[in-house]
């Protein structure tokens, strides 16, 4: 299965190809290149998946790791080397979907979106090497080669985020996410050396079993990688990035910030799942704690945010707690003795790409219309944008998880798996289900039904965007309807064995009963014209309500702590010491030079009989120190 | 004898030969018509030699002529490196060749370059010092031809004169510290040695001596004060190949003999080496911050990075002897690079190479001015060119034998080294200048070689099959 390696290399040579010619090429061919490559690797995606599941199990039952192609890029001479190559195994080739799909409906969907921009080939070229770092992140072979796509995936979104870069919030989300990312993958750096320095290599398995220092510094290493993950996955409380992001273009905030890159840290989390799962079992839990916690937080504040695209940024935030929660709660890699969830967060991972994607991309159709992020601005747009509205729909009911709706399906799963832990994490997470089916249809009636902005809509009549993009939301709702369907459990779970999904109808009633609460509270409160019981229960609550809006305050946390403390009383001595200390040396080491090469000239003398002399004298005086020693 | 044994083992030196008796011949058949294709037959020649050498034949090692004559692969790939830079040389030297006060002479511009690389070959796969002597002299006494080759002027005639001494008297000491080991060992053969070798006095002094004459060849100090004003009147091709080839041979050779032959004195020399680098590196880099005249300021780089390559022969392991040959590798392509443009600024703005001449170098040659940046980006070790990797390799392979005081020097040398290369990059394209060499198109072959320089400081360190495919064959103490 060599073609994998074009997988990785179209995209690239797509990159290089816009890249340089830039605007040499007319915005249309850009964009038919980009997209074009990015079918093409749709299609190798697909045929790779079809070829690894149809190749079939192996004697023990599991589907084989394959290797089509790896090579020593960086040896240390030891048995420490980094590789660079492709892996295929369940999850790699799910995620290669996932993200050859969602990137491809982002391509086609652009053209519209994009239309006239400023930059419409810098952003296909963008779009290129975003797709190719995530390709190359999910095919890692080894820990490592998955940093550095890990940092290309991080460099590429925040090309895109700051992609409007003559706007000054788009520069400084754009900074945000980097430096709030990077500082995160600091702790994933240190974690891969500690892993590599005590096991010896930086493959996802080790060779032995770990023994002593390696063993116990395991659950450290791999605590630190989790840092790392949960900055790009936007864990609290490093998730302040996430929202801000939303500066940037709105399809790729679809494919970067809720489809593919986000969850970059659930596939980590999965990647390692064996070495949590064998020694780290504690450290796996914490993960599910962070992630309840987080999916908590994002979705009370999803419940008040009035800009749309930030209520799909903070579901998003909570989804992705979701999923690590079902990472988190697993107890053994056995599917049927608690290793569930293993099987729960990769179907919740795959479902709400796709619907999350709609999500987005559905917004930005509405944002196209009216020309505005903000709730006031629409209303009542079902009349003006049909497609965007059914299949906004559909992604809202999957979301709140309503039967028979793909979301349904993988949060029943991964419920079932929180119960099977603890029935307090069961309530919880299934309490914030019901979260996030009030927030979502919140969203949806402010949109499409309540007060009309009529004074906006008649000066600018909003419309039904373009055949380019409501081409990819039907194809997304589509996926979105069938989804739930897949035998997912058969291809994907902990141990590699097949696994036959069963629908606990407990849980799952449970679950859509509460769902069903949640959006019949906001059907009463937000469907109607005039919303006295919202606004009455945001006056009653208004400490809480602002609290709310301004995300908790945690930003200002963040500026109080980087301004106050870190700043003033650790970076301003550093820079001085810097400056004095540091440069002083570094001027000494200059002074020093030069008035060295002043005193040695002589030796260069041109004399050819002094050349001659020095050679004697040096060989003679290098043989008295050897024999002296 | 089985003659089929000689040509399958000595398969490089032989179509060498072979192409330096066709240059001779067709220098003296071809006519004046024929020889303006002199140029592009040697080109080619040396295209084909090179397409017909570079996979080592064997997979083992093997020995003719009672072992004065050894084969290895890694041999062989070392002298396919010496064959493609010698072919780069080659390619950029094509416009100083054509010149009305060379052309006369071009065909000795082949034969006697050819020579000093056939006996690179035979020092390099020498099994006994007389065979290892002899082909170290037939490279030195050629290549003193070439460094004299513009007899008339009198820089060219000057360093010809100081090269020849030079080596003359290294030889000489040379000799005289293999005299000593033959008096001490009975032997001059490189495998009966080391079981007679046991670090006595004497043999400290030869080793000492013998070190010396390859020392004088990498340009080490104390053994390089001929290197700054035999490069600097020189010819440019001449100084290139110089500064390259011949110092990547010696460089494999000390180290091949050094664990080879002197295995039991391993200590000795690795103190040797260990103040030999300190001091390379050191007094080159004090000595290339003043430097005006570009050649001569490589020549101050040349010698420092010899200082680097030693790092690599220090470790003795094999890891290090695969580290010294894709260093030699990176150095060659980075260094040919920068000599390749600043032979193209001599033939087109009437000799020009003082660093002042380079002021504002970019705004009339921008494409030179970026491959001149890339060399020099490349030689002092910035990521993500080659150079970067190839000092990584060097400093794991002398770090992991526990030389952790020697690898910080040299770190260190590395951030002085940084400013005098930028001092260049900040003459081409910062600094202002009123008259700047006018813009023009070099030829055809120098394009070429510049082509391949380029892709080789882009390529090499991304591709890690070099890196690989070297380390397969290299070997270093036997322990």
Known sequence: MEYTTLILLLPFLG???????????????????????????????????????????????????????????????????????????????????????????????????????????????????????????????????????????????????????????????????????????????????IYGFYTGSFSFTPDAPLMGTAKMLLPVALGLMFIGGAGKSAMFPLHIWLPDAMEGPTPVSALIHAATMVVAGVYLVARMFPLFIGYAPEVLHITAYVGAFTALYAAVVACVQSDIKRVLAFSTISQIGF??????????????????????????????????????????????????????????????????????????????????????????????????????????????????????????????????????????????????????????????LV??????????????????????????????????????????????????????????????????????????????????????????????????????????????????????????????????????????????????? | MDYSVIFSYMYTEIALTGVIVAALLYD?????????????????????????????????????????????????????????????????????????????????????????????????????????????????????????????????????????????????????????????TGTLYFDDMPAKIDGSALQILSMVFFFSGLGFKISLVPFHLWTADTYQGAPTAVTSYLSVISKAAAAFTLMVILVKVFAPMTEYWQLLLYIVIVLSITVANVFAIRQKNLKRFLAFSSISQAGYIMLAVISGTPYGMTSLIFYVLVYMVANLAAFGVIAAVEQNSGGKMDMDDYNGLYKTNPRLSIIMTLALFSLAGIPPFAGFFSKFFIFAAAFEEGFHVLVFIALINTVISLYYYLLVVKAMFINSNDSPIATFRSDTGTRLGLVLCLAGVLALGIASSVFDGISLYSFGLMQ
């Not at chain 1, 809202?396 to 603890?422: Q, R």
């Not at chain 1, 036959?500 to 509460?514: E, F, K, Q």
């Not at chain 2, 003193?144 to 003359?168: M, P, R, T």
């Open chain 2, 28 to 184: 003296l058949i071809a006519g004046k018509r024929g020889r303006r294709f002199f140029h592009p037959v040697m080109c080619t020649l040396m295209l084909l030699f090179i397409a017909g050498t570079v996979f080592p034949y064997h997979k083992d090692s093997g020995e003719i002529f009672g072992g004065m004559y050894v084969y290895t692969p890694v041999y062989g790939i070392v002298k396919s490196v010496l064959a493609i830079g010698t072919l780069i040389v080659f390619l950029q030297a094509g416009s100083w060749l054509r010149r009305e006060d060379t052309r006369f002479k071009r065909g000795e511009f082949y034969v006697l370059t050819l020579s000093t690389l056939l006996g690179m070959d035979f020092m390099i796969s020498a099994g006994h010092f007389m065979m290892f002597f002899i082909g170290m002299e037939l490279a030195s006494v050629p290549m003193a031809c070439l460094v004299a080759f513009d007899k008339y002027k009198g820089n060219s005639a000057e360093a010809g004169a100081k090269y020849i001494l030079s080596a003359l008297f290294a030889s000489g000491l040379m000799l005289y510290g293999i005299s000593f080991l033959y008096g001490t």
């Open chain 1, 15 to 193: 990159f290089i190809l816009l890249g340089l010619l830039g605007t040499r090429l007319r915005p249309g061919v850009a964009g038919a290149i980009g997209t074009i490559v990015t079918g093409v690797v749709a299609i190798l995606c697909y045929w790779t998946a079809f070829e690894y599941f149809g190749a079939g199990r192996d004697a023990s039952g599991v589907y084989p790791v394959m290797i089509p192609w790896n090579t020593v890029w960086l040896p240390f001479g030891g048995s420490l080397h980094i590789d660079l190559g492709i892996m295929l195994d369940p999850i790699s080739v799910m995620m290669l979907i996932v993200i050859s799909t969602v990137s491809l409906m982002v391509h086609i969907y652009s053209f519209g979106y994009m239309k006239g921009e400023r930059g419409f080939q810098r952003y296909y070229s963008f779009l290129s090497l975003f797709t190719m770092s995530m390709l190359g992140l999910v095919l890692a072979t080894n820990i490592f080669q998955m940093y550095i796509f890990w940092e290309l995936v991080g460099v590429s979104s925040y090309l895109l985020i700051g992609f409007y870069y003559t706007r000054k919030e788009a520069v400084a989300a754009s900074k945000k996410a980097f430096i709030v990312t990077r500082f995160a993958d600091l702790g994933f750096l240190i974690g891969i050396l």
């Open chain 1, 323 to 480: 999923m690590i929660v079902a990472l988190g709660v697993c107890t053994s890699s056995d599917p049927h003795e608690g290793g569930l969830g293993y099987m729960a967060s990769m179907f919740h991972l795959f479902t709400h790409a796709m619907f999350k994607a709609l999500l987005f991309l559905g917004a930005g159709c509405i944002i196209h219309a009216v020309h505005s992020n903000e709730m006031s601005a629409m209303g009542g747009l079902r009349k003006y944008m049909p497609v965007t509205h059914i299949t906004f729909l559909v992604a809202c009911l999957s979301i709140a998880g309503i039967w028979p709706l793909s979301g349904f399906f993988s949060k029943d799963e991964i419920l079932a798996a929180c119960f099977n832990f603890s029935p307090w994490m069961g309530w919880v997470m299934t309490a914030i289900a019901g979260l996030t089916a009030f927030y979502m249809f919140r969203l949806y009636y402010c949109i499409f039904w309540g007060k009309e902005n009529t004074e906006l809509h008649t000066e600018h009549r909003p419309h039904e965007a373009p055949l380019s993009m409501t081409l990819p939301l039907v194809f997304l709702a589509a996926v979105t």
């Open chain 1, 483 to 629: 989804a739930g369907w897949i035998p997912f459990g058969e291809f994907v779970s902990s141990n590699g064995q097949a696994y036959h999904i069963h629908i606990d109808w407990t849980v799952a009633g449970t679950s859509l009963c509460v769902a069903a609460l949640g959006i019949a509270i906001a059907t009463w409160m937000y469907l109607r014209e005039d919303r006295t019981v919202a606004d009455g229960l945001a006056d009653r609550f208004s400490g809480l309500h602002k609290a709310a809006y301004h995300r908790f305050y945690i930003d200002e946390i963040y500026q109080f702590i980087t301004h106050k403390i870190i700043f003033a009383c650790i970076s301003t001595p550093i820079a001085w010491f810097d400056r004095h200390i540091v440069d002083g040396f570094m001027n000494l080491l200059a002074i020093v030079t030069n008035k060295v090469s002043w005193a040695i000239r002589q030796m260069q003398s041109g004399y050819i009989q002094r050349y001659s002399i020095w050679f004697l004298g040096g060989a003679l005086g290098l043989a008295i120190i050897l024999l002296l020693v």
